[in-house]
Each structure stands twice: as C-alpha cells, then as structure tokens.
C-alpha cells in the first residue's frame, strides 16, 4: 500500500510505510498537532477479521483502501488503522459518533481508540451524539464547536508560541 499524499490519521505520524512521496511540503512533519475523528472507522483490521462478509464487497471502502479482500490482506489492515499506531507522544483527539448513524461505520471504532488513548496516558473526548446521524448539523452544533475550536486553539496555538516567540 503506497500513501498517494503526506495526509492520514492522527497517530500515524512517522510511520515510513505510510510517509508519501507526492506533493509540496514533503520536509514537512507529517506528524499531527491535533486530530478529530467524526463517525470514522480507526480500526480497519478489527474491520477485516471480525467484519469480513461486509467489506469482501470491491464496492466496499474497506475493500478498495486495501486493494483487495481485507481478509487476504491483514497487514496492510493493521497498517491503516489508527488503532495500531497509538504512542505515547500521539496528539489530542476528538471522536464523535451518533446514535441514529445507519452506516456501516460501528461507535465502536471510537470506542475501541479512546480505550487505546488512555491507555496510553493521552488526551481523548469520546462524545455518542444522541439523534446524529452519518453527518449533519449534530456535529457542528454549539457544544462540538466549542469543544473542537477549544482543542484546536489550544494545540495550534501552543505551536505558534514555540515558533515565534
């Protein structure tokens, strides 16, 4: 699997297999300062060994992330979730599901990332949105923009200082 760019997950900074060779910036960190995870899937392999007659489809994104049949290809599927790469030095995340979400996309992902964060000793919100959907104005309403323009200010922010004092 060849990254196509030098964007992915929060906690895939430094990875080599996932470092692209495309695009400007490229002796820039690829390393996240802060990540948000709204209704996402962050544990691809627990998608390919425990969910396997749902992502076998090539119409799946699973299927088509990976190139082929997720359970023919368990360590590319490790390799592209975030679940894998969780370290002690990963950024702050926010992770937002919904309760009316009929996609095939489980809050279990989220669920199964937070535990791996404190775990690790790492700043995580795991917010199950009631009546939010794949999407919608649930997650953009007052309460998630505040607490994702906090997040962001205080990470961005805390960057700047250190370049430009």
Partial sequence: MAASSRIRCGECGGVKELEGDVGGNLDQSSTAQAA?????????????????????NPRDP??????GKP?????LAKL?????????DGPPIILL?????????????????KALYDKAGLRATYQLIEGAGHGGPHYRDKIRSKLILKMLSEQLRGETAKENP
């Fill in 36 to 56: 948000l995870g709204m209704f996402c899937e962050t544990d691809i392999y627990y998608v390919a060994t425990e969910e396997k007659e749902r992502c076998e």
């Fill in 62 to 67: 699973v299927y088509q992330l990976l190139g």
């Fill in 71 to 75: 359970s023919e290809r368990l360590e």
């Fill in 80 to 88: 592209a979730s975030a679940t894998t790469h969780v370290s002690k």
């Fill in 97 to 113: 599901y919904g309760t009316a979400d009929k996609s095939l996309v489980k809050p279990l992902h989220g669920l199964r990332l």
